[in-house]
């Protein structure tokens, strides 16, 4: 909820400051070409998947970055549909594979930094061992 409303007020601020500045009228048509270019992009997704689909064929980037890229294409796109300056602005660096891949970086390093895996097979209490012991008592019933 916290960051819902961080995000609600930074939006309102930063619009409301480029509002004034451009007017009402070229905020109308900014909010207008954005979401026409967020539905172009939408529309066209299946291009830029199947190009990065390629590249990760050719080796030329990894399934992570073939992953990330296409997450940040996809949203990218759904904010510039979304009216607001702030969601416009972050929609077109997502669209940018530079930002994209700077981005996933730092979140990828923050994952790791708070997830501890234990490489170690011999684990002192190791919970997925299960004993188990069959007793065969069909000769008994006769």
Same mark, same amino acid.
């Not at 998947?49 to 992570?64: C, D, L, R, S, Y």
């Not at 607001?84 to 923050?110: E, M, P």
């Not at 061992?129 to 019933?141: K, Q, T, Y």
């Given at each position: 909820? $916290?960051?819902? !409303? @961080?995000? /609600?007020?930074?939006?309102?601020?930063?619009?409301? *400051?480029?509002?004034? =500045?451009?007017?009402?009228?070229?905020?109308?048509?900014?909010?207008?070409?954005?979401? $026409?270019?967020? !539905? @172009?992009? /939408?529309?066209?997704?299946?291009?830029?998947?199947? *190009?990065?689909?390629? =590249?990760?064929?050719?080796?030329?980037?990894?399934p992570e970055t073939f992953q990330n890229q296409n997450m940040a294409a996809l949203i990218g796109a759904i904010l510039l549909i979304v009216p607001g300056f702030l969601t416009d602005i972050v929609g077109v660096l997502l669209q940018f594979g530079v930002f994209t891949n700077l981005l996933?970086?730092?979140?990828?390093?923050?994952?790791?930094?708070?997830?501890?895996?234990?490489?170690?097979?011999?684990?002192?209490?190791?919970?997925?061992?299960?004993?188990?012991?069959?007793?065969?008592?069909?000769?008994?019933?006769?």
């Amino acid at each position: 909820m $916290i960051w819902f !409303l @961080l995000y /609600l007020f930074l939006e309102i601020t930063v619009s409301v *400051e480029i509002a004034s =500045a451009i007017g009402p009228f070229w905020t109308f048509v900014e909010v207008i070409v954005s979401a $026409i270019a967020g !539905l @172009l992009l /939408l529309t066209n997704f299946r291009y830029t998947f199947f *190009e990065n689909m390629q =590249a990760m064929v050719n080796g030329e980037i990894t399934p992570e970055t073939f992953q990330n890229q296409n997450m940040a294409a996809l949203i990218g796109a759904i904010l510039l549909i979304v009216p607001g300056f702030l969601t416009d602005i972050v929609g077109v660096l997502l669209q940018f594979g530079v930002f994209t891949n700077l981005l996933a970086k730092r979140l990828a390093r923050k994952h790791r930094r708070n997830t501890h895996v234990d490489t170690n097979p011999f684990h002192e209490g190791d919970t997925d061992v299960i004993d188990v012991e069959i007793i065969d008592d069909s000769g008994c019933r006769k």
